[in-house]
């Protein structure tokens, strides 16, 4: 009721944001809500930007990117962390995954995106980085082959948190690796509202990330993972 009496005053205020495909997705999109009912004044669009790192700068009000935060005097978002992981379906037909090693016998989804070369020295696997096996430039493409059994892809937790929830993507070892990349937002406006969005959005990131490695901790006790 609020929100609507707002609109109907015209007092609301145009809040213009880009992201990521896959951040708008599994961020934003079951999340704006919140934000809406919090600032019922605060009307967002979002508008989707290709999935490359350091977009060039737009003129939203604020960019959600993924690169080098202090480079570009961005406001960090995620801290997250990565685990290779794969489907239920997809490890039925492959021998154990009993440690790091036994990923030779598996397809690893790649994308420059997200390289394993840092995961797999984590894992003190002195491997260069796979030649074969699925190749996509997008990394919900990725996770939603893994989804499919096609292979086994390298997720950043805070992203797969819904199917780290229901199982349908599981961690193979308790070993991660931090990427360098990582989300960010840049404001080009100093209002009110950008700073409330800002704000709303690093307490969101930061949520999720916390239950999503929850979630993993979980899956790994569950399915006996090392």
């Known amino acids: 009721a609020q929100a609507a009496w707002a609109r109907a005053q015209g007092t609301t205020t145009r809040l213009r944001r880009t992201a990521t495909p896959t951040f708008a997705r599994a ?19 979002l508008v989707v930007v290709p999935p490359v790192f350091d977009y060039p700068s737009t003129n939203a009000d604020v960019e ?10 961005g406001i960090p978002l995620t801290n997250d962390v990565v685990m290779p992981m794969a489907s239920p ?6 021998p154990e995954m009993n440690s790091p090693l036994d990923l030779k016998h598996a397809p690893l989804i790649c994308t420059t995106l997200e390289p394993w070369r840092p ?13 074969q096996g699925p190749k996509f430039q997008d990394l919900g493409l990725i996770y939603e082959a893994a989804l499919k059994g096609h292979g086994v892809a390298l997720c ?5 948190r819904d199917w780290l929830l229901n199982d349908t993507l599981r961690p193979l070892f308790n070993v991660f690796s931090r990427p360098d ?4 937002a840049l404001a080009n406006s100093k209002s009110d509202e950008v700073r409330l969005f ?8 930061s949520e999720q990330s916390m239950q999503a490695q929850e979630l993993a901790q979980q899956a790994c006790s569950k399915h006996g993972v090392h």
């Open 27 to 45: 961020m934003l999109a079951s999340s704006i809500q919140g934000f809406m009912n919090m600032y019922p004044h605060i009307d967002v669009e």
């Open 64 to 73: 959600i990117r993924a690169g080098d935060a202090a480079a570009f005097g």
């Open 89 to 94: 379906v997809l490890l039925k037909s492959l």
């Open 119 to 131: 995961w797999f020295q984590s894992a003190l696997l002195d491997w260069p980085e796979p030649k």
């Open 156 to 160: 950043r937790l805070g992203l797969v």
């Open 181 to 184: 990349n990582q989300y960010y």
């Open 198 to 205: 800002v704000h709303w959005l690093q307490s969101l990131c």
